[in-house]
């Protein structure tokens, strides 16, 4: 082989949101495998205390200690053999948010000695990563002015933090920031949205650049050898009324690559061109090098909220594929070998529109994961609909600017779920699907073990075998699960980890199709499984 | 003003406030990931089918629910048109069906009645300017006016008693009697303002680029903090061109006389 593969895989550390910088989601680990998954048992388990919005967080591992952030900005460090807190930061939110992006965080980021998170009002701060202590905070934007915060992890790419911001449902126009590690000076920030006089403005129609969203609400993948950070645009502002933004609205709905240094922009590739539908390209970006056509090309993977998945070259934008993780999508009927967008069908100003997936997504924000034992990309997807109705709209600075209504419903076979299936990365042929009642909206894990690791709405933490699906184990954790697992080892011995607590916007909007999830109870807990030692 | 509120109060059932209400909640309330058509519950809780009080729903619409995503509408919406939502919200006690497919705006409907910004018209201009998000580093990005802002800078309302040219002097100015030069251990040097201490630590915001990064650092990590030093207010406000600073002065002449 010509190109040496980067190996995406963690090992006894989970040192990123992601696992690696790759977001491959998969742990080399393969102690815990298909032949002893049944054994496994609870080992030790955390309770952030609070069960507000769920528990939506990536713990991070490094060197035998987790670290975990919770609702409301809570931040644990945690004895990750025995559970016991080692240390806690609290940080102080002011009493009126009043924010719909809240109160959930999905993680931290750590590296150079520290622990960074942001925050509901809108600030990164740096703890000590030994005691916890807050060594600098900085304001991002005025939260009630921007309507912006930041729920997402960080990303920490040599001596600077990078974080994206909410706010793409907000009239605001959306950035990424990188502050320096150590004294919190900031570095620079890419706008998502070019202003007047840079390459692309022209792409927004009068005034709307300066409220046209373009959020950057999850968290950026990075190249070490190309040296380039990749991060998902969300939707442009208002969602679902695009009149008074006419054109094709760069960089939303698009996958920038930045160089971590300056912020400058290498290339993009925008997915949706003049987004009318919310369908963010927000989440994640996962790198592989694989075959394509017989060559070996280093690819970037992103799914959006459309429930279309595209690959593209990460050398340079290029495109190479895309395909579908759900089957109910009316919006388009496909994408073209040029990457472009088959019949677009867009909600109607005034009037009832069917739109299929929902606004929650043909995927929700919790990552897939890639094994490169099978070679297969494991992500879920949801069967959900809903009218739209859009609305001429004006933005008013930091509020809500949705330009539109909507209500859920299920897909014409009458028959709303969730599930998790295996696809070949590039081709999107399917392998097996696992079925659920609900949706899935918690992160995969893939293990060494050949194992498949996610949790559903009703509070099961389960493995499937990776090869056909079929389930091997589960565990009731008395929650539904809305975060993502993650797998390490401390002293030779393997554990998942898993949140477990159910929240979030999207759980909110579920009771419109399944009355009886109004009801599910929240939570806000951690559980770590392992195989059980060895008796005397 | 009182009187009209009151007149709304005894209202609530009238088919009018309650359509105006519709309109307000359709385009506030209902929107996206909020409270769902007809309040069928969405990442806000579920509003149909449910027995609220009138001066609860009142207040938290007004004030917002502290802690939670529930923002205060007072001073984004006019108080009779809160009293159309609660009218509204509580038109929807007794709906027992799913809410119907959200036909309800017209096309061309603007949006629901903001409130604009309430000072004078000579002081709009310095209000946008003070607050401008198309420039990275604003006036706001230091100074808080009208509960908007970071408070790290000097309260504005004080030095807004000075005569225009004295205010227009003082924010060009070359030297500050506020800032200090923080030394430390490692050889950094850099402006500072001082945030707080006790007997291990101190707080500073390090001012070396906007916006200002509030440290805590040992005591035992700093040299000296000591007075003078070659920071520039000037600098700060570059992105501004004389005519918009003079601009900016009736705005915090205005916000001066709200003091209460």
């Known amino acids: 082989m010509l190109l040496m593969a980067e190996d995406g895989s963690t090992r006894a550390n989970w040192p990123h949101y992601g696992g690696t910088y790759q977001f491959w989601r998969y742990s080399a680990l393969e102690q815990i495998n298909r032949s002893n998954v049944k054994k496994l048992v609870p080992v030790w388990a955390f309770q952030t205390g609070v069960v507000d919005g769920g528990l939506q967080a990536t713990p991070i591992v490094v060197d035998g200690v987790m670290y975990l952030s919770s609702s409301w900005n809570r931040v644990f460090a945690i004895n990750a053999e025995t559970g016991r807190e080692l240390w806690h930061y609290y940080y102080q939110n002011p009493r009126q948010i009043g924010i719909i992006y809240s109160p959930w965080n999905r993680g931290v980021a750590v590296g150079e000695g520290r622990v960074f998170m942001g925050t509901l009002d809108n600030y990164v701060v740096a703890l000590d990563q030994k005691t916890g202590r807050e060594l600098w905070k900085v304001n991002v934007e005025d939260l009630q002015q921007c309507g912006c915060n930041i729920t997402g992890a960080p990303l920490v790419v040599k001596n600077k933090v990078m974080v994206g911001v909410t706010g793409g449902d907000s009239a605001h126009r959306g950035y990424i920031t990188a502050f320096d590690v150590v004294t919190g000076r900031m570095a620079w920030r890419f706008y998502t949205i070019p202003g007047p006089g840079e390459k692309g403005h022209e792409t927004w129609e009068g005034e709307s650049w300066k409220y046209g969203g373009g959020a950057s609400w999850m968290t950026g993948s990075y190249d070490r050898e190309l040296n380039l950070v990749y991060w998902g645009i969300g939707n442009p502002a208002a969602d679902f009324y695009g009149e008074s933004r006419r054109g094709a609205n760069l960089y939303t709905d698009s996958v920038v690559a930045l160089e971590p240094e300056t912020g400058e922009l290498k290339w993009y590739f925008q997915q949706i061109p003049h987004d009318v539908w919310d369908w963010d390209s927000a989440y994640e970006s996962v790198l592989l090098d694989l075959p394509v056509k017989g060559k070996m090309r280093k690819l970037l993977l992103n799914t959006n909220k459309g429930g279309y998945t595209f690959v593209v070259d990460r050398t340079n934008g290029e495109f190479i594929s895309a395909w579908p993780v759900a089957e109910a999508i009316n919006w388009i009927k496909g994408v073209d070998e040029k990457g472009e967008l088959i019949e677009r069908y867009e909600p109607q100003i005034g009037k009832p529109t069917f739109i299929c997936p929902s606004v929650g997504g043909g995927r929700q924000w919790n990552q897939g994961a890639y094994s490169p034992q099978t070679g297969w990309y494991y992500t879920t997807g949801i069967e959900w609909c809903q009218e739209v109705t859009a609305q001429k709209e004006e933005p008013k600075e930091g509020l809500n600017f949705f330009g539109g209504v909507l209500q859920l419903k299920p897909p014409p076979t009458g028959r709303a779920y969730g599930h998790l299936d295996a696809y070949h990365p590039v081709t999107g042929q399917k392998f097996w699907t696992y079925s659920s009642k609900y949706p899935l909206l918690a992160s995969v894990l893939a293990t060494a073990g050949d194992l498949i690791f996610t949790g559903d709405a009703e509070g099961d933490f389960f493995a499937l075998d990776a090869q056909s699906g079929t389930k091997l184990w589960s565990f009731q954790t008395g929650s539904g699960h809305r975060g993502s697992s993650i797998s390490y080892a401390v002293k030779g011995r393997q554990y998942i980890a898993t949140p477990s607590g159910w929240g979030s916007a999207v759980a909110g909007l579920m009771p419109q199709i399944w009355p009886e999830t109004e009801e599910f109870r929240s939570g806000s807990t951690l559980f770590v499984f392992a195989l059980p030692e060895e008796g005397p | ?260």
């Open chain 2, 1 to 260: 003003m009182i009187w009209l509120v009151l007149l709304l109060v005894q209202n609530l059932t009238d088919p009018g406030t309650i359509s105006r209400g519709k309109r307000i909640f359709v385009q506030t309330c209902s929107v996206g990931y909020c409270h769902g058509v007809g309040g069928a519950a969405g990442a806000g809780p579920r509003l149909r089918g449910r027995k609220l009080d009138k001066d609860y729903v009142y207040r938290v619409t007004r004030d917002g629910i502290p802690q939670s995503a529930m923002p205060a509408w007072k001073g984004r919406l006019r108080d009779e048109d809160i009293w159309a939502v609660v009218a509204y919200v509580l038109s929807l006690s007794s709906a027992v069906e799913p809410a119907s497919a959200p036909a309800e705006m017209p096309p061309g409907v603007g949006p629901a009645a903001f409130l604009q910004f309430p000072g004078p018209a000579e002081a709009k201009r310095g209000h946008d300017l003070f607050f401008d998000a198309t420039r990275g580093t604003r006036c706001a990005t230091c100074h808080s006016l009208g509960e908007r802002g970071i408070p790290i800078g000097p309260d504005l309302r004080d030095v807004a008693s000075e005569n225009p040219a004295q205010l227009l002097s003082l924010i060009r100015n070359n030297r500050s009697k506020h800032v200090l030069t923080a030394r430390l251990e490692s050889g950094e040097v850099f402006p500072a303002l001082r945030a707080g201490q006790n007997e291990k630590w101190v707080k500073l915001y390090d001012l070396t680029t906007p916006p200002p990064v509030l440290r805590t650092l040992e005591r035992s990590q700093i040299t000296s903090i000591v007075e003078a030093n070659d920071w520039q207010h000037a600098a700060v406000v570059r992105n501004y061109k004389t005519e918009e600073l003079q601009a900016i002065i009736p705005y915090l002449k205005w916000e001066r006389s709200q003091e209460k």
